[in-house]
T-cell receptor
Framework: SQTIHQWPATLVQPVGSPLSLECTVEGTSNPNLYWYRQAAGRGLQLLFYSVGIGQISSEVPQNLSASRPQDRQFILSSKKLLLSDSGFYLC?????????????FGDGTRLSIL | GQSLEQPSEVTAVEGAIVQINCTYQTSGFYGLSWYQQHDGGAPTFLSYNALDGLEETGRFSSFLSRSDSYGYLLLQELQMKDSASYFCAVRANTNAGKSTFGDGTTLTVKP
């Protein structure tokens, strides 16, 4: 069966510090991968998605970047965190080539910027 | 672009039926999904409609009308554990399977 791992679960970082969140998927190959951010009481905002190794599409301009160095590894990064980067970050995957495939989410990282 | 509207809060009693509506505006519509998210947890997939009509999965059903750009999630025989946020999401007509999510409806089930 497929599983998705996302870490860390919580993170407290000072303003101006770097960030690296990692997400890995097991049990599938060539998945679509996604990074979302969720503000308190709000929906999920798509930040980045990837259809293959090294292929990253950004949905909104921001202080963050994403990379996909391996087929099932997706990394969210920042060189200098801003207060506005606080939020709940979720990684997700879906199958390629199936029109009604759902997205499967990791447990999320709650990021607080001080 | 895409936008979705759904009620922010719904309250119902245990054993009742509740309907959560979702209207959307989009280009390149492919399908409408529903996700459940318990407080502090990850969203989990509930259902998907690509064609008009009703899809039933146990106590949960989802409906879509493409001509009206409208769908709903129907929850029957409500249980306390159904208290959660419910999100509708529009699936774009791309290979990447991108989805735009609504802001969610918080369902509170009371005894």
């Amino acid at each position: 069966s497929q599983t998705i791992h996302q870490w860390p679960a919580t993170l407290v970082q000072p303003v101006g510090s770097p960030l690296s969140l990692e997400c890995t998927v097991e049990g599938t190959s060539n998945p679509n991968l996604y990074w979302y951010r969720q503000a308190a009481g709000r929906g999920l905002q798509l930040l980045f998605y990837s259809v293959g190794i090294g292929q990253i599409s950004s949905e909104v301009p921001q202080n963050l970047s994403a990379s996909r160095p391996q087929d099932r590894q997706f990394i969210l990064s920042s060189k200098k965190l801003l207060l506005s980067d606080s939020g709940f970050y979720l990684c997700a995957w879906s199958e390629q080539g199936y029109r009604n495939q759902p997205q499967h989410f990791g447990d999320g990282t709650r990021l607080s910027i001080l | 672009g895409q936008s979705l509207e759904q009620p922010s809060e719904v309250t119902a009693v245990e054993g009742a039926i509740v309907q959560i509506n979702c209207t959307y505006q989009t280009s390149g519509f492919y399908g409408l999904s529903w996700y459940q998210q318990h407080d502090g947890g990850a969203p989990t997939f509930l259902s998907y409609n690509a064609l008009d009509g009703l899809e039933e999965t146990g106590r949960f059903s989802s409906f879509l009308s493409r001509s009206d750009s409208y769908g709903y999630l129907l929850l029957q025989e409500l249980q306390m554990k159904d208290s959660a946020s419910y999100f509708c999401a529009v699936r774009a007509n791309t290979n990447a399977g991108k989805s735009t999510f609504g802001d969610g409806t918080t369902l509170t089930v009371k005894p």
